[in-house]
């Protein structure tokens, strides 16, 4: 019998298929086992696999089977306790005796684990286990923050209304955003955002990838802080076409898409406006394409596969009726929000069996607010992805100070390209970094460019602001001598600039993960457009950051 086998071989990645755990299982030649059967297998053994760490240490099962190793016991020991069809071998098979003659042992620490957990039965765990709401701010135990499921409604297909009707029909409407974050994953209730139009909350872990409205993409997951861009946008009929300068995998480009759909006044037919997408990133762009199909924006969206938007000429006839610019490029991605269904595996430790007394007259239950260290911090962890859907951005892990200087760089050099297009009178540059650099930097250096003073450019403050937004209470941080142009404005200026730009945190009651945006305006009169389109070249200025900022750009690695 392979399964446990098979299954540890994928989790191992001891054939080197890499990728995500869907990939590894499914792209595998030769796999005897049902690819269903391992990917059930190690998918329930990852959720249980906190608990089952201790029970495996406390029963000193590793050290007394010296076949097995810590994912073997894991997964053998999940089927063994918890699967309804127990262990998946023959009788006489040497894995199933090798974990089979421990049951009882293992049997008693599960026990012990789960009372002094404070659960009264193991159906009561293991719907606090698959509703990710396991020992809930009261441990380290739990592994993911509580996110809710964002829905976009995409007005291009339906409504909000006919969702309510439809896909959430028999759903509870709450006004309180708390009892979403706590909800079980079948908890029917909805939450309507207050911030951005057609946009509701759903519980954490709920499962909507199977309804129609999502099959349809009548429904879009999309973070509450990644509709902010677009909205912030603001777009107006007389914004004439749009640029997403980076757009896939294109969450940002169909929200403009749509939200540009949605006031063109009825009797005017056909859009005639378009969005202008670029995504240099060709494999990247093959799914963009396939978002904006879905989302049956591709009337509106015209996509340049394999653009650099860097490269771009603002004169070209082609930008000429382009009104507003969405900027969200590369970035460092420590806003990112892991995903809940990431699979995260804490494995048992041959050393913690060994110094594991297994009495529990340590381990009592657990008293309200106590906190309980099951998970020490350096525990071994085995962490992939579940699939290979693309996300806006990979974070960033390594030589973080040199990367946000790179970033930074190209992200103001793209921001001051944006700036340089004739007819354009709105931006919006975002980021899903928290760091300082990556934002409030990028927008004083911005302003102080000689694209935003020679086009006029200014930061659209918060009193101008959407309703939604003005009203969205996180705006922009200020962090001592990181920027050298800071001289440059009057500590009233900076206020103002700061309390501009907006951000959301991660892992807060708000539910969004990690986000800067900010929008830069103008007035257009002739002379700003002569000025801006006939700078070829553009005079050469070395701003305070000593970054001529229409320089070459070489590039940037991903
Ligand atoms: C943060 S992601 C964009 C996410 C997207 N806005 C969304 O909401 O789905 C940045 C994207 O910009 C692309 N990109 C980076 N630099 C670019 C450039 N100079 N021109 C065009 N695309 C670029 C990257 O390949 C990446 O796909």
Known sequence: MSLYYEAAATLTNSDKAGGSLKSRIYKKQNLKSSPAQVFALVTEASKWSAVLKEVIEKSQLLAEEKKLTPILALLLTYDLLLAKKGVAAPANHVLRLSISRHKARLSAELTKTRIRLGYPTVDALRDAIHDGNFGEGQDTFSTTTRHPRWVRINTLKSTLAEQLSTTFAGYEKTEDLKRILSATSRSKVYFVDPNIPNLLALPPKVDLSKTSAYVQSQIIFQDKASCFPAYLLDIEHEDGDVIDGCAAPGNKTTHVAALMSEQTPQNEGALNRKVIAFEKDKSRAAILEKMVKLASADSVV????????????????????????????SCSGSGIVGRDDDIKIHLPDLQSSLASDSKPSQSKKRKRGQKIDLVPQETPMLEMKLDDAVVEETPVKENLAERLEALSTFQLHILTHAMRFPNTRKITYSTCSLHFEENENVVFRALHSTAAQAGGWRILSREDQVNGLKTWKKRGVWESGKLNVDQEYTLSERKDIIDACIRCEKGTEDGTMGFFVAAFVREISNANSQKTSNQEPISVHIDAEGLDDEEEWNGFSD
């Open 302 to 329: 015209s996509i340049k596969t394999g653009y650099d938007f860097l490269r771009t000429k603002p004169d070209a006839t082609e930008f000429a009726n382009v009104g507003a610019i969405l900027l969200d490029p």
